[in-house]
Nanobody
Framework: QVQLVESGGGLVQPGGSLRLSCTAS????????MGWYRQTPGKQRELVAR???????YYADSVKGRFTISRDHAKLTVNLQMNSLKPEDTAVYYC??????????WGRGTQVTVSS
């Protein structure tokens, strides 16, 4: 069974840091592009960052220089280190696994709230 399980969300003050982790089933990890998306009520889910199997990365302009995505093939995890958090980073963050021609997989999401 394919599963993506997120952890690490929570409440943090502006300027603080959080680290999100996503653990994936082995069958979908090594050959998939892993990504983090986020969504706020009434808005479309947006791509935050993604990392390919060869560790190429992409970041949304809004998080460049503040967020870092990484993956560990041995541990089947993809992490999102979020620094200098802003209130506008508040959202539900979702882990995603994608490959051309194959079904996308999604985690259930983890809430990140940036507030004083």
């Amino acid at each position: 069974q394919v599963q993506l399980v997120e952890s690490g969300g929570g409440l943090v003050q502006p300027g603080g840091s959080l680290r999100l982790s996503c653990t994936a089933s082995g069958s979908i990890f090594s050959n998939y592009v892993m990504g983090w998306y986020r969504q706020t009520p009434g808005k479309q889910r947006e791509l935050v960052a993604r990392i390919g199997s060869l560790l190429g990365t992409y970041y949304a302009d809004s998080v460049k220089g503040r967020f870092t995505i990484s993956r560990d093939h041995a541990k089947l995890t993809v992490n999102l280190q979020m620094n200098s958090l802003k209130p506008e980073d508040t959202a539900v963050y979702y882990c995603n696994a994608a490959k051309p021609g194959a079904t996308d997989y999604w985690g259930r999401g983890t809430q990140v709230t940036v507030s004083s």
